[in-house]
């Protein structure tokens, strides 16, 4: 799960939610991960407390490719830190290369520290009361594709050892996640298509 599938690889199983999206080698999202903050320093409490789940975690940042398979997980980096930062410094853009598509969430703002030529297509942002006829359609199909990442992720996290990462495993919580990450590639597929194909 160190190297991410080139678009090619990517084609020859794309599922038709990414019609649409045929240069799409990512969807990329992060989560966070409830974790133990009993025997840690104030500085490291301050660092781990999320100011969007309300208590303290650990955040990584998860790619897929289109057909379902996990293929990228950072470090963990404490739950205050902003998804750009974690992109810059999980490594992950040195494998982008021109032409490239990422899907995410609109939140996910990194357009400023993609390489040259590599494109993000994120939903509109509501500027209005309400979303226009124009702009319903993109929201609609960037989320039919991306919805998967969610599920993804859902998967990583039945795992009850990521219920909450206690002091005892922080020194050992990446090699925890990135493991269980690669359990759920062995599950049966995420989308439909894909099984029908196996």
Known sequence: MSKIPSKN??????????????????????????????RVSMAVQKATFSSYKHYHTLKTLISMAPNGVVTFVSDLFPGSTSDKI??????????????????????????????????????????TPQFTPEQVLPTETISKARIHIERAIQRIKCYRILDQIPTSLLLQADCVLKVVASLTN???PLIKEIQKQM
Not at 9 to 31: A, E, G, V, Y
Not at 88 to 96: C, E, P, V, Y
Not at 99 to 122: E, Q
């Open 86 to 127: 974690i992109t810059l410094k999980s490594g992950f853009l040195s494998q982008l290369e021109p032409g490239d598509l990422i899907l995410a969430d609109k939140g996910f703002l990194i357009c400023d520290i993609l390489p040259p030529n590599v494109y993000l297509n994120i939903p509109p942002f509501l500027d």
């Open 9 to 38: 690889k990517n084609k020859l199983c794309l599922p038709n939610s990414f019609n649409t999206f045929s240069n799409c080698k990512i969807i990329l999202d992060c989560t966070e991960i409830k974790t133990d903050t009993t």
């Open 186 to 188: 062995f599950q049966y």
